[in-house]
């Protein structure tokens, strides 16, 4: 299986701030990465498909990017509301998988 | 709109099986792949298994002997069901929709949190 580690675990940053969240893949996986976030006691939400491509309504504040083994997804500027776990996920091969997450906190 | 509503038991006793139904509106399961993914308490998503539009399914093989997924199109279900259930299958349990043509889930139902205990 194809697997998905993302880095940091977790991050604290300040409202403003840039955040970069990282996701690598044990093998290439193209372009077929989707991140997704997850608000506490929610369901996860899609942010960005095929690596670079934000999903709709989604604020152009979150960007993706990266192809192969390596992929960022990085909020240009962190609000409040971003308070959540970040996930990458490949669709490339069966079974699809996910890392393990990012937690993002907000001093 | 899109909506997914999952139902369902919260307590399964160990070695029993786990079923779980996903009724969906505003999208038509004969246009539409809906997929299972769980999360364990404290750990990353977990990709079970879909079933595409026409009916037909793929797993992933860490549970392929004991899962299974089907849909009644004409109500909009789809089925979900795990045999042999233990300790380590205590989880949320999510259906998701397929986002056509970039393999990724743009809607997820409410979730299902399953504990396996007796």
């Known amino acids: 299986n194809i697997v998905m580690t993302q880095s940091p675990k977790s991050m604290s940053m300040s409202v403003g701030e840039r955040v970069t969240l990282s996701c690598k893949a044990s093998e290439n996986v193209g372009t077929y990465v989707s991140w997704y976030q997850q608000k506490p006691e929610q369901s996860p939400k899609l942010l960005i498909y095929g690596a670079s491509n934000r999903y709709t309504g989604v604020p152009d504040r979150f960007t993706g990017s990266g192809s192969a083994t390596d992929f960022t997804l990085t909020i240009s500027s962190v609000q409040a509301e971003d308070l959540a776990d970040y996930h990458c996920?490949?669709?490339?091969?069966?079974?699809?998988?996910f890392g393990g997450g990012t937690k993002l906190e907000i001093k | 709109q899109v909506q997914l509503k999952q139902s369902g038991p919260g307590l399964v006793q160990p070695s029993q099986s786990l079923s779980i139904t996903c009724t969906v509106s505003g999208f038509s399961l004969t246009s539409y792949g809906v997929h299972w993914v769980r999360q364990s308490p404290g750990k990353g998503l977990e990709w079970l298994g879909v079933i595409w539009r026409g009916g037909s399914t793929d797993y992933n093989a860490a549970f392929m002997s004991r899962l299974s997924i089907t849909k009644d199109n004409s109500k909009s279900q789809v089925f979900f069901k795990m045999n042999s259930l233990q300790a380590d299958d205590t989880a949320i349990y999510y259906c998701?929709?397929?986002?056509?043509?970039?393999?990724?889930?743009?809607?997820w139902g409410q979730g299902t949190s399953v504990t396996v205990s007796s």
């Open positions: 996920g490949q669709s490339y091969s069966y079974p699809w998988t």
């Open positions: 998701a929709k397929n986002f056509d043509g970039y393999y990724a889930m743009d809607y």
